[in-house]
């Protein structure tokens, strides 16, 4: 069991959105669901039998959904970063995960999906071009990267080389 794990708080979308992020990550799986019981249904307010909370995996990552009411959203204060070593990865993630989602909104590779969670598709060579001890080339990438929505590799590669 790894030591900390994210607790994501929906208001009744749960069962939805762990089917939608398990389809879109490999080497991901739903784990235990626990429903609302007439006791539980009742203090919540919550219908009796849908999900209270379920675990699932993305990539070996454990998470929890929690079906909570609407008494709180996910803003951009958290968001999750996924790494991708190609385009073809980084295009993948930005298309499934902005489906019915608000990627116009976001800039430099944040998205936000269809139920409001925040997400960075970011190609690992980004902090490697960031990270050059070259300062003007780091300072070309950032101001490239900037620029962007979904990060292109190719456009990071040429303001880094000039």
Request: aromatic share 12%.
């Amino acid at each position: 069991m790894q030591k900390i794990t994210p607790f994501l708080w929906f208001d009744n979308q749960a069962e939805e959105a762990i089917n939608f992020y398990t389809a879109i990550f490999k080497n991901s799986k739903i784990g235990n669901i626990s429903r609302y019981d007439d006791a539980a249904a009742a203090a919540s307010g919550r219908p009796k039998g849908s999900i209270m909370t379920a675990s699932f995996q993305l990539n070996g990552q454990e998470f929890i959904a929690l079906n909570g009411g609407p008494h709180f959203k996910f803003n951009e204060a958290i968001s999750f970063m996924v790494n991708c070593e190609t385009q073809e990865e980084v295009d993948y993630y930005w298309e499934k995960l902005s489906e019915g989602g608000d990627e116009k909104a976001q800039m430099c590779g944040w998205l936000k999906d269809k139920f409001g969670l925040s997400w960075q598709i970011v190609p690992t060579i980004l902090n490697k071009l960031l990270q050059d001890r070259d300062a003007g080339k780091s300072q070309k990438v950032m101001q490239a990267m900037l620029q962007m929505k979904k990060i292109s590799i190719e456009d990071l590669k040429k303001a880094y080389q000039g």
